[in-house]
């Protein structure tokens, strides 16, 4: 079964093909991935510091057949050769989602194809499958991304519950405001990540919020206020040479990720320990950080579980994790499957509410 995923719930529009043979065959799934595009329009948000809904959707509707051509194109395939749509139905932006459930459902409409709503962050936490060390149910997924940070139960596929999640900021929320704090640029995760390498460990005393809590949510808004209060503290301070500031944001930016990072590999030892799981599962855009991904892998070593990563170009948004995710799910129950043409979408979405029974 050949299944064509579109993603266009934020700022990326992606358009994947996924052969499902590889799957069933028990074979390294990521063989599946047939064709993919992808456009990302973070260059065109940047000057206004953050996506533009308006202009996001309009951008989705110029990319998404181009895309869906050189994703064809790519896999030597036609039209007639899908079996299957499946495109994100929420969580996201209402226009943006808009944009790719009418395309999908017109497009499946007029193939005569059964169509599905895949919810965004199954997209992202089942990505890890497409890894070369791919996990083995249940597993704990720690998803991290612009939108949400949370820890999930997945004992297998459309069987998923909340352990716990941020009550405020999201870690990718946290790591684009402390970036614009220090002058980077919008999204700032990966740059800040990369400054951090340069800082000095431990020269600034930031919270580890929610750490010794005894639940499994997270909160990041404290974290990012104390990064602005050096920032100020710095400013209000005497002048200080180029060299000087430089270094100053390369160590505030090591001791943000690291009281970040502390708090995330905190929580899903304490996740795995609670469920007895044996596998962890670092989703999300967030699980591109190199910062998170050594602390966790040393942790694994001594706590005797492993870590399971996503592709890395799989990490942010893309049209493979959805068609994957659409794949996976229309194997487990065909329930999901729509003829229906109606564009309905779910901008504000939880993932446990649309569990297989
Ligand atoms: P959601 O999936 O919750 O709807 P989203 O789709 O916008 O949100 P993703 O595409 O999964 O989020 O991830 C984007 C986020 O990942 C941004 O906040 C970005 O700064 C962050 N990010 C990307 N690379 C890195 C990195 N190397 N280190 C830290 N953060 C990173
Ligand atoms: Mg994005
Ligand atoms: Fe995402």
Redesign the pocket.
């Known amino acids: 079964m050949i299944v064509l995923g579109i993603e266009t719930?934020?700022d990326e529009t992606g358009v994947a093909l996924y052969d499902t043979a590889a799957w069933e065959n028990g074979d390294l799934a990521a063989k599946g991935i047939l064709g993919q595009g992808l456009h990302s329009q973070i260059a065109m948000h940047r000057e206004y510091g953050g996506v533009v809904p308006e202009l996001a959707s309009r951008d989705h509707i110029r990319r998404v057949l181009p895309l869906l051509d050189e994703s064809l194109a790519q896999a030597k395939l036609t039209l007639g050769q899908i079996d299957a749509v499946a495109f994100t139905q929420g969580p996201g932006l209402a226009g943006a989602l808009l944009v790719g459930s009418a395309f999908a459902k017109s497009l499946a409409q007029g193939l005569n194809l059964p169509s599905i709503g895949v919810h965004?962050l199954e997209g992202?936490l089942l990505s890890p499958l497409l890894g070369t060390s791919a996990p083995s149910f249940p597993f704990i997924a720690l998803l991290v991304?612009?939108?949400h940070t949370q820890l999930m139960l997945v004992s297998k596929v459309g069987h998923y519950e909340l352990l716990g999640e941020t009550l405020d900021d999201a870690a990718g929320e946290a790591f684009d405001k402390t970036a614009k704090l220090l002058g980077l640029d919008y999204p700032g995760g990966a740059a800040i990540s990369k400054l951090a390498e340069k800082g000095q460990v431990g020269r600034f005393d930031l919270p580890k919020p929610m750490l010794h809590s005894k639940d499994l949510d997270f909160s990041f808004s404290g974290l990012k206020t104390a990064v602005l209060n050096q920032v100020k503290k710095w400013d209000a301070g005497e002048l200080k040479s180029p060299e000087q500031m430089a270094q100053f944001h390369a160590d505030l930016a090591r001791s943000f990720v690291d009281s970040l990072v502390a708090v995330l590999v905190s929580k899903s030892e304490k996740a795995l320990k609670q469920t007895g799981c044996k596998h962890l599962v670092l989703a999300?855009?967030v699980g591109a950080n190199q910062q998170l991904r050594s602390a966790l892998n040393e942790k694994a070593k001594k706590g005797g579980f492993e870590v399971h990563y996503p592709p890395l170009e799989l990490c942010?948004?893309n049209g493979v994790m959805i068609a994957f995710a659409g794949a996976l799910r229309m194997l487990a129950d065909s329930k999901g499957l729509s003829k229906s043409g109606a564009f309905d979408i779910k901008p504000r979405w939880d993932l446990a509410s649309n569990n297989l029974t």
Request: net charge negative.
């Open positions: 719930s934020c965004h992202h991304s612009g939108g999300g855009g942010t948004d």
